[in-house]
T-cell receptor, first 114, second 114 residues
Framework: GQNIDQPTEMTATEGAIVQINCTYQTSGFNGLFWYQQHAGEAPTFLSY??LDGLEEKGRFSSFLSRSKGYSYLLLKELQMKDSASYLCAVRGGRNAGNNRKLIWGLGTSLAVNP | NAGVMQNPRHLVRRRGQEARLRCSPM?????VYWYRQLPEEGLKFMVYLQKENIIDESGMPKERFSAEFPKEGPSILRIQQVVRGDSAAYFC????????????FGPGTRLTVT
């Protein structure tokens, strides 16, 4: 089967750094995405990794290890507005071809406290 | 460049009625995805369409649900004979027909079945 695992909830303090992990088991791999979703709103795209290594974008960075089926999202200098759910999604399929369907984790709810 | 548009934003239907949810993808995007999200739960993939074609409908319930993306006009998700369990947020996302795979989400339609 295909599975994406993330912690359900995390808590951190304003100004700190937090790492949200994601492990996946999929039949094939064609890229991993991180999205942010505030309560009652639509998910917004944060990052995309298809090769191993770290992708940095401002306060947010995303890491991928394909051999370990593992990714993490790193949030630095946390702000109160970073309180949201963070969703990990994988484009899987050995012969994904033109199928762009993503397999989604259930999300990690991050609470940033003052 | 307008983002993904969905209407209506809120829809109330009585049990047994039909619900029609519309999605206009971003300009230049030819791939549309429909998701359902229950409160406090993750995104559930329903269907993936290109113009006039259903690419993957593995997440669609076998009965009462249908989707289309005609050559002209928005994509439509249709739910016939709605039941209370259909109450959820329905998100539409779109992506371009290039190598870029990230999906851009609309604001969602909140369906309430009374």
């Amino acid at each position: 089967g295909q599975n994406i695992d993330q912690p359900t909830e995390m808590t951190a303090t304003e100004g700190a750094i937090v790492q949200i992990n994601c492990t996946y088991q999929t039949s094939g791999f064609n890229g991993l995405f991180w999205y942010q979703q505030h309560a009652g709103e639509a998910p917004t795209f944060l990052s995309y990794n298809v090769l191993d290594g770290l992708e940095e974008k401002g306060r947010f960075s995303s890491f991928l290890s394909r051999s370990k089926g593992y990714s993490y999202l790193l949030l630095k200098e946390l702000q109160m507005k970073d309180s949201a759910s963070y969703l990990c999604a994988v484009r899987g399929g050995r012969n994904a071809g033109n199928n762009r369907k993503l397999i989604w984790g259930l999300g990690t709810s991050l609470a940033v406290n003052p | 460049n307008a983002g993904v548009m969905q209407n209506p934003r809120h829809l109330v239907r009585r049990r047994g009625q039909e619900a029609r949810l519309r999605c206009s993808p971003m300009k230049g995007h030819s791939h549309v995805y429909w998701y359902r999200q229950l409160p406090e739960e993750g995104l559930k993939f329903m269907v993936y369409l290109q113009k006039e074609n259903i690419i993957d409908e593995s997440g669609m319930p076998k009965e009462r649900f249908s989707a289309e993306f005609p050559k002209e006009g928005p994509s439509i998700l249709r739910i016939q004979q709605v039941v209370r369990g259909d109450s959820a947020a329905y998100f539409c996302a779109s992506s371009p027909g290039t190598v870029t795979y990230e999906q851009y989400f609309g604001p969602g339609t909140r369906l309430t079945v009374t």
